[in-house]
């Protein structure tokens, strides 16, 4: 069964630091990749997906994920944080075969202080 | 900008009752997905629809849950009776067409307390 691991549960930054969230992926076959992200108050939302092609997808707000396949992971990462970048952020793949089937992590909470 | 509405946004029941979730997809939107998302874990898909069909319902507790979306627009999530364990926020989501190419978009939940 496929199954999506996010280690870091709740991460806290100061503003300015550099951000990475872990997010490995358990699947024998070829998968797509997502993050989401949703901040408080507000609806779950793409942050950014990799269907195929380069490895680094750039997504909006200044994030970007890289996959490597060889260790089925797709870690967010973001320069410098904002207090602003403070929300939960989920990890989700799906089958190529079955592209609508996201299957989500548990998710990163981040708070981000000024 | 146009979203996924869903109502009501908070309900309370007493274990055995029924209960009903409403959602509203984007107009035009032919697929819709009920989410179940128990607190601090991620969403898991419960039923898939593309129009008024079911596309994958695999992971819907059938002996208590029913989900229907008529005229292939709108979409109403039951369950009956509610247990205590059903607790979780209930995400509606919708995107254009089935494929997964689309971008999938979350209403803003239904979050569920049964007591």
């Known amino acids: 069964a496929q199954s999506v691991s996010q280690h870091n549960h709740h991460v806290i930054l100061s503003e300015a630091a550099s951000l990475e969230l872990g997010c490995n992926y358990s699947?024998?076959?070829?998968?797509?990749l997502f993050w989401y992200v949703q901040y408080p108050g507000q609806h779950l939302q793409l942050l950014l997906k990799?269907?195929?092609?380069?490895?680094l997808v750039k997504g909006i707000k200044g994030f970007e994920a890289e996959f490597i396949k060889s260790k089925f992971s797709f870690n967010l990462r973001k320069p410098s944080v904002q207090w602003s970048d403070t929300a939960e952020y989920f990890c989700?793949?799906?089958?190529?075969?079955?592209?609508?089937?996201?299957?989500f992590g548990t998710g990163t909470r981040l708070q981000v202080f000024p | 900008e146009a979203e996924v509405a869903q109502s009501p946004r908070y309900k309370i029941t007493e274990k055995s009752q029924a209960v009903a979730f409403w959602c509203d997809p984007i107009s035009g939107h032919a697929t819709l997905y009920w989410y179940r998302q128990i607190l601090g874990q991620g969403p898991e898909l419960l039923v898939q629809?593309?129009?008024?069909?079911?596309?994958?319902d695999s992971q819907l507790p059938k002996d208590r849950f029913s989900a229907e979306r008529l005229k292939g627009v709108d979409s109403t999530l039951k369950i009956q009776p509610a247990e205590l364990g059903d607790s979780a926020m209930y995400l509606c989501?919708?995107?254009?067409?089935?494929?997964?190419?689309?971008?999938?978009?979350f209403g803003p939940g239904t979050r569920l307390t049964v007591t």
């Open positions: 629809f593309q129009d008024e069909s079911v596309v994958d």
């Open positions: 989501a919708s995107s254009l067409d089935v494929g997964g190419m689309d971008e999938q978009y």
């Open positions: 699947y024998g076959g070829t998968v797509n």
């Open positions: 990799y269907f195929s092609g380069d490895p």
């Open positions: 989700a793949v799906s089958p190529t075969y079955n592209t609508d089937k996201l299957i």
